[in-house]
């Protein structure tokens, strides 16, 4: 049994509606990234009043000092995990529809050309929980990096990169955070529409970059795109979500931790 104040310094912004909940005194304070998260979790989650702070995550302050920036040429591809593949045997996940579409788009050729002409770099990182299978993606592209554990931090990935590509991630929220374009490749649905009945979060409503199921009208999309910025729709959606944007995260962690202690 833990004693002493029970504080969960998040590590994301959850689309739940009740994604963590309180069993009698589980939690002392929680700290929250958004305004939408907030109101979803104060309804549905069961905290008692005050648990819950809407005081932002701490890993954000260093996100805002890099507000706009893309050091590198390159859009990163970072798909997360599935439980369903948990126990999958190298055998087994090769006729995965995660392994098929990933590979896909890491081989399209069309895809390979136009980052070939604009000196572009496709940067494929996965989920740590997938980072069993890394090594069975290949490719003969010069133009495609792929990424293991070992070899990337994904903050700085996050900081680098122009665009991102991902599915049902939340690492979108971070990328969206710091004022670039996000795109949806929402593949191999199960697992996500299964979850999606007790989100506040929905992909028609509050994506924050366009969703595709198929990866060649991705790649089209690609193609056309202007990489400096979100289209407007985002862009507006991108303020309306993150309300609280400045560089007092940690302040406002540390302020809200001492409280407990008065």
Not at 127 to 139: P, S, V
Not at 146 to 156: C, F, G
Not at 199 to 207: G, L, R, S, V
């Amino acid at each position: 049994m833990v004693r002493g104040k029970k504080i969960l310094v998040d590590h994301c912004v959850r689309r739940g509606n009740a994604s963590i909940s309180q069993s009698g005194s589980w939690v002392d304070l929680m700290a929250i990234g958004i305004q939408k998260q907030y109101d979803a979790m104060r309804e549905h989650a069961g905290f008692k009043d005050g648990v819950l702070r809407l005081i932002g995550l701490a890993r954000f302050d260093n996100l805002y000092k890099n507000i706009g920036k893309a050091t590198k040429p390159h859009i990163l591809f970072m798909p997360t995990w599935r439980m369903k593949y948990t126990h999958y045997t190298e055998k087994q996940f090769l006729k995965s529809e995660y392994y098929q579409q990933c590979l896909k788009l890491i081989t399209d050729k069309k895809l390979d050309d136009f980052l070939g002409r604009n000196k572009l770099k496709l940067v494929f990182y996965t989920h740590i929980e997938m980072q069993k299978f890394i090594h069975l993606f290949k490719t003969d592209s010069e133009n495609v990096i792929i990424l293991d554990a070992k070899s990337a931090i994904v903050e700085d990935l996050l900081i680098e990169s122009r665009v991102m590509i991902t599915d049902y991630s939340s690492v979108f929220f971070d990328f969206s955070y710091l004022n670039k374009p996000v795109i949806y490749f929402l593949f191999d649905n199960d697992e996500n529409e299964a979850a999606s009945k007790n989100m506040w979060f929905t992909y028609e409503k509050d994506a924050l970059g366009p969703c595709f199921y198929d990866e060649e009208k991705m790649v089209d999309y690609i193609l056309n795109m202007d990489m400096s910025k979100p289209e407007k729709l985002y862009a507006q959606r991108n303020a309306e979500t993150f309300n609280l944007k400045d560089d007092k995260n940690c302040e406002r962690n540390y302020e809200a931790i001492m409280s407990l202690f008065n």
